[in-house]
């Protein structure tokens, strides 16, 4: 009986260093992981223009009243079952669209200041997938050609997964304004 235990404790104790050498190597991963997130950009800042051919005044018209969102926006034409809510006054400070779903994940887009014709800022709030801020911009430009729309996005990314999500997220947005500015210009045009 004496043998048996010998026999356990002995297989135990050679299991042990196996199992810090695991141990070591998966605390290394993670901080690996986390030093190249802290290495990665924690902001970011998306331009992208267009002109489209209509006054600047209706362009940011069709910005600035959100009622019309869904319609130009990329984003939203990813999740067609995404609920939304749409409150406050068209144009104004304060005028808000929420949405909430599957793809979209949860959040919302708030009128923050307005020049009536000229420009328009939003604060942009995701609450999931993960918590996040930042500022949509807008200016628009009567040029000779019609209006240059200027589409501008920056925040930051949270550490450590959206850092490491960064990259991708950034190309992804920089498709998504093309695609929107795009979707923009046909609807404005159109009407």
Same mark, same amino acid.
């Given at each position: 009986?004496?043998?048996?235990?010998?026999?356990?404790?002995?297989?135990?104790?050679?299991?042990?260093?196996?199992? !810090?050498?695991?141990?070591?190597?998966? $605390? %290394?991963?993670?901080?690996?992981?986390?030093?190249?997130?802290?290495?990665?950009?924690?902001?970011?800042?998306?331009?992208?223009? /267009?002109?489209?051919?209509?006054?600047?005044?209706?362009?940011?018209?069709?910005?600035?009243?959100?009622?019309?969102?869904?319609?130009?926006?990329?984003?939203?034409?990813?999740?067609?079952?995404?609920?939304?809510?749409?409150?406050?006054?068209? $144009?104004? /400070?304060?005028?808000?669209?929420?949405?909430?779903?599957?793809?979209?994940?949860?959040?919302?887009?708030?009128?923050?200041?307005?020049?009536?014709?000229?420009? /328009?800022?939003?604060?942009?709030?995701?609450?999931?997938?993960?918590?996040?801020?930042? /500022?949509?911009?807008?200016?628009?430009?009567?040029?000779?050609? %019609?209006?240059?729309?200027?589409?501008?996005?920056? %925040?930051?990314?949270?550490?450590?997964?959206?850092?490491? !999500?960064?990259?991708?997220?950034?190309?992804?947005?920089?498709?998504?304004?093309?695609?929107?500015?795009?979707?923009?210009?046909?609807?404005?045009?159109?009407?």
């Amino acid at each position: 009986m004496a043998e048996c235990q010998n026999k356990d404790s002995l297989s135990l104790n050679q299991l042990k260093p196996t199992i !810090m050498i695991i141990l070591y190597i998966f $605390l %290394g991963i993670i901080v690996l992981v986390l030093l190249i997130a802290a290495g990665l950009p924690g902001k970011y800042l998306i331009e992208k223009s /267009i002109v489209i051919n209509r006054p600047a005044a209706e362009v940011y018209n069709k910005v600035a009243d959100l009622n019309y969102y869904s319609q130009w926006n990329p984003w939203q034409k990813t999740d067609p079952d995404a609920k939304s809510v749409i409150s406050g006054d068209p $144009l104004r /400070i304060g005028h808000k669209y929420e949405w909430n779903g599957k793809k979209v994940g949860e959040g919302s887009l708030t009128v923050r200041s307005v020049t009536p014709g000229k420009a /328009i800022n939003f604060d942009l709030q995701f609450l999931k997938p993960f918590k996040s801020q930042a /500022i949509d911009a807008w200016d628009f430009t009567q040029t000779n050609e %019609g209006t240059r729309a200027v589409w501008r996005n920056k %925040g930051e990314f949270p550490f450590p997964i959206a850092r490491l !999500m960064g990259p991708s997220m950034t190309k992804q947005l920089n498709q998504q304004f093309e695609e929107g500015l795009q979707s923009l210009k046909e609807m404005c045009e159109r009407y």
